[in-house]
């Protein structure tokens, strides 16, 4: 059968069809715009969107599993809740989400609370769901890649309780093996939730003693400014999208995102592998 993928263009995304493709899956792909997908040969591209239920009743048509990834947008609930709907109507059970770490007690930054309402809509509606959760993506630190080699400061306020960073290529192959699995079972199997973590929680000195050891130069932390974090966002996106990345990293400073004991090695057991490290992800950065 066919797994339809959402966000399929995305850093997240890429990593899922890709791993899909390894497994010899059939795999379908939502995307805006099919002329620059670039995607990997075999892959069905359909055009459409998560606002456009035409699109969606014909990308669903034939569909048994789908992976289902929303941008951080103001209408991200609206967008999940009008798949899941399509979904269910198509007949469609099965289904991977990708939600975030402490989406239950982050309740007061806008896109965690969204996801977490996506999550219990998931379950109040019966579906046969993985709900990944992940931590801090690593990938992020790409975007201050610049900021820490060119001014040799780490920007990001992600504070001192520590964040257990995670690879988007881990969360991209765990992501196709849940949906395989799901796929491929006889049964619809009972929800599942897994928070995605790497195998190190890091605090803001830890990043930037990590960039100083592959730099083999100082690299200062930036400190927990999140005013002039939220000030300096704004530059690159819409006021309402800096102000959320705000209250996001006065949590981490609060909260932290910290891995269960037993997170890490669930996830290594389910890949078959050690997890990336965010030493490693730092070397690649800096070789690429």
Request: without cysteine; aromatic residues 8%.
């Amino acid at each position: 059968m066919t797994i339809l993928v959402t966000g399929a263009t995305g850093n997240v995304g890429r990593n899922v069809v890709a791993q899909l493709v390894q497994r010899d899956a059939a795999v379908r792909a939502l995307v805006r715009n099919p002329a620059n997908a670039d995607l990997p040969a075999g892959v069905e591209v359909v055009q459409g969107d998560l606002l456009d239920v035409d699109s969606l009743r014909k990308a669903f048509d034939g569909v048994s599993t789908f992976f289902l990834l929303n941008a951080v947008v103001p209408d991200e609930v609206t967008q999940a809740l009008i798949a899941l709907n399509v979904a269910r109507q198509a007949g469609v059970q099965r289904v991977v989400y990708l939600s975030v770490i402490h989406s239950d007690r982050y309740v007061d930054v806008p896109h965690f609370a969204g996801k977490f309402a996506v999550e219990r809509m998931i379950e109040q509606m019966g579906f046969s769901a993985t709900i990944l959760r992940p931590a801090y993506f690593m990938d992020n630190d790409l975007t201050v890649k610049d900021t820490v080699t060119a001014y040799g400061v780490y920007p990001m306020p992600i504070g001192a309780k520590g964040l257990a960073m995670i690879d988007a290529r881990d969360i991209g192959e765990i992501a196709a093996i849940e949906l395989l699995r799901r796929d491929r079972a006889a049964t619809d199997l009972p929800l599942d939730r897994i928070d995605l973590v790497g195998p190190d929680t890091l605090t803001g000195h830890d990043a930037a003693a990590i960039w100083t050891e592959a730099l083999r130069r100082p690299i200062a932390y930036g400190g927990d400014d999140t005013a002039a974090f939220e000030q300096n966002l704004r530059r690159f996106m819409p006021g309402w999208m800096a102000y959320d990345m705000r209250l996001m990293s006065e949590r981490f400073q609060s909260d932290g995102m910290v891995a269960g004991p037993d997170d890490a090695t669930r996830l290594t057991v389910l890949l078959g592998r050690p997890l990336r490290s965010y030493r490693e992800f730092v070397a690649q950065a800096i070789a690429a």
